[in-house]
């Protein structure tokens, strides 16, 4: 498999509910991203990771929690979410940590529900 | 602060017209980096080219080609004898270089592209 998966495609889930999503990228890149997409909005940046180091958190709430245990894989831990949290989250994935030759590769997405 | 506007929300052309998506952008950086991504109906978004603020040369890839412009902080792109398959959103970002902390995209609001048959 190659370029950047993500799981699930789709995802609903009640506001009381634990889930979890998962990003794995077979690029041999070292840095990767979360991004927030929402309806009538620009993406937003969640977290950076670069060399399994978490490098960057633009202020996101605490029930979103993410995890990166190699480069090659990374989660967002999902609790206690809100209606509004609901969005295309897109997983990236870039080979260089800010380095000129740095491009971003993205991966299908998760379409999140919140009842 | 790095910000990225693209003044057209959505376009609708009929297939075979060129169409020209806009992007200014503002940042303080003198080095700096701008791509151009298309998200189709599948929602991943697809990287089509990315240009250094040193190299002002405009690029063609087949029907895509580029306009970038210092001078008007501007960096367009247009599609020639456009085609349904080109029906998407289409986003410009711009990045600052930074160490060790990973490429920082600011992203446009998009552009939705509808072509017609």
């Known amino acids: 498999e190659t370029g950047v998966t993500q799981t699930p495609r789709h995802l609903v889930m009640g506001m009381t509910n634990k889930k979890s999503l998962k990003c794995e990228q077979h690029l041999g890149h070292n840095a990767m991203y979360w991004y927030k997409q929402s309806a009538k909005k620009p993406l937003e940046l969640m977290f950076v990771y670069n060399f399994k180091e978490q490098t960057e958190n633009n202020s996101v709430p605490s029930r979103f929690s993410p995890e990166c245990p190699n480069s090659s894989h990374l989660f967002l831990h999902l609790h206690t979410l809100q209606p509004e949290d609901s969005a295309l989250y897109l997983c990236?994935?870039?080979?260089?940590?800010?380095?000129?030759?740095?491009?971003?590769?993205f991966g299908p997405g998760t379409r999140l529900t919140v009842l | 602060a790095q910000k990225v506007t693209q003044a057209q929300t959505e376009i609708s052309v009929v297939e075979k017209e060129d169409v020209t998506l806009d992007c200014v952008y503002e940042?303080?950086?003198?080095?700096?980096?701008l791509f151009w991504y298309k998200q189709p109906p599948s929602g991943e978004l697809v990287f089509l080219i990315r240009?250094?603020?040193?190299?002002?040369q405009n690029e063609i890839s087949g029907r895509y080609s580029w306009n970038f412009q210092k001078s008007t902080s501007s960096f367009n792109f247009t599609i020639t004898a456009s085609q349904v398959v080109d029906s998407a959103v289409y986003f410009c970002a711009l990045s600052e270089a930074r160490n060790n902390a990973g490429n920082m995209l600011t992203f446009g609001g998009g552009t939705r592209l509808m072509v017609k048959p």
């Open positions: 940042t303080r950086d003198t080095t700096y980096y």
């Open positions: 240009r250094n603020s040193f190299d002002e």
């Open positions: 990236a994935s870039s080979q260089e940590a800010g380095g000129s030759t740095d491009t971003q590769y």
